[in-house]
């Protein structure tokens, strides 16, 4: 018999997908700092990946979530969890991506670990679901299904013939359908005239990549289907290491893992699958142009973020990250102000900025992955500006945080202190040094920053020497586990 919804024998487990770079967000969205940990939708200050775990408050059997993402986001996923008040179940770094299948297996094996058998509700760190209460609902719906076994895919109900996504066709008509209909095929991206056709049968939706399973039932497809990578993420986890409150994948293992997304793995080739339609007001995000359609616009049919004054403007999305953005008198353009970069486009060939970043990326070009301000686990620092041999950032170190015990080879510093308190340790003295108060770490100091009080300590830096590289550091201790630099670099490394 069945399992009601409202009352699943499983509990809920969310597993959260924080992989991708998300260049087609570009510049705001960049490997170092990928679009799911910005705040995109339409309403408040809330990043993407914080929406996704809030929408989830009211499921019947909510656990804690597991998360899955890349090893230097690691700091980003773990404060912005903390932020609204969420502790994990775990937070799986992987050495390298790896796609979805090899995420999936993790967080199967991972969740059943010590016995359990949970429902996974897998979903992706970056869609928007305006919402959320018809998709809590759905979620619930398809429960039952999951429970018995089955793999649960949400499909979009399409609004569009879209050429952009992939396609799943029910083996009946969704029309009206509240439960999971056995899936007859996937279909990659059409052309238009094919697009067409599927939305006048009724049975076809956009592929979400969102599932509902048993943890044991996708490992059994896993295991039949792709042997493989479940192997590669079982030895991966049997010799992961526990780094503060992460759990960091052996990189061997789990590199010789195929990469593979799941649709690809089981989806497309289980009997098992069943699809359940969701309208929710969905978006993946996937292009500025994007962003426009499902963010609120004013009467204009401007969408305006941050410091922007538009006059006479229409049908543009623009974004001001610190500068004043004017827009006058002009039509269907995005632009976006970043700390570094300004990008003006055509509304219509937004999705050509991934070509852009594959430019950059090949000139070498720093824009091409990371922003001038760099998140650290202590908080962040802002490259202000640089000469030969010298240059000045701005550094915030968060309260009770500490940078690791580190000594330089190449470069000396002057910190001057503009807000908070801080703890300077240099050769095994300590001082305190407050606002408007100056210290000097000069070559080879074995030094340290920390911050004892209940503010964030702001101070500008001035680093000079032959060499300014970030590799130029050799840690001695670290409370984040942080290993040792390479060793540091010659004078006449590049």
Known sequence: MATSPSSPSSALVPVILCGGTGTRLWPLSRASYPKQYWPLASTGEDTLLQQTQQRLAGLPGLGAPLLICNEDHRFIVAEQLRQIGVEPQAILLEPVGRNTAPAVAVAALQATAHGEDPLLLVLAADHVIRDAATFRAKVTAG??????????????????????????????????????????RFVEKPDRATAEKFLATGRFTWNSGMFLFKASAILAELERLAPEVVSACRSSLEHDSADLDFLRLEREAFASCPSVALDVAVMERTDRGAVLPLEAGWSDVGSWSALWETADQDSDG?????????????????????????????????????????????????????????????????????????????????????????????????????LSLQMHHHRAEHWIVVQGTAVVEKDGGRELVGENQSTYIPLGCRHRLSNPGKIPVE???????????????????????????????????P
């Open 302 to 402: 401007n969408v305006l973020r941050g410091r922007v004054i538009s006059e006479g403007s229409s049908n543009c999305y623009l974004r001001s990250e610190h500068r004043l953005v004017v827009g006058l008198g002009v039509e269907d353009l995005v632009v976006v102000e970043t700390d570094d970069v300004v990008l003006v486009a055509h509304r219509d060939r937004a999705q050509e900025v991934k070509a852009i970043v594959g430019r950059l990326e090949r000139e070498g070009a720093p824009e091409s992955k990371a922003h001038r301000k760099i998140y650290r686990p202590w908080g962040s620092y802002d490259g202000v500006t640089e000469g030969e041999r010298w240059q000045v950032k701005r550094i915030v170190v968060n309260p009770g945080a500490s």
């Open 143 to 184: 429960m039952a299904a999951a429970e018995a076994g089955q793999l649960v895919t949400f499909g979009i109900v399409p609004t569009a013939p879209e050429t952009g996504y992939g396609y799943i066709e029910a083996a009946q008509s969704l029309l009206g359908a509240n439960e999971p209909v056995p899936i007859a």
């Open 459 to 493: 101070l500008i830096e001035v680093q000079s020497g032959p060499y300014l590289g970030e590799d130029d550091i050799v840690r001695f201790e670290d409370r984040y586990g942080r290993s040792d630099a390479s060793p540091a670099p010659t004078l006449t490394q």
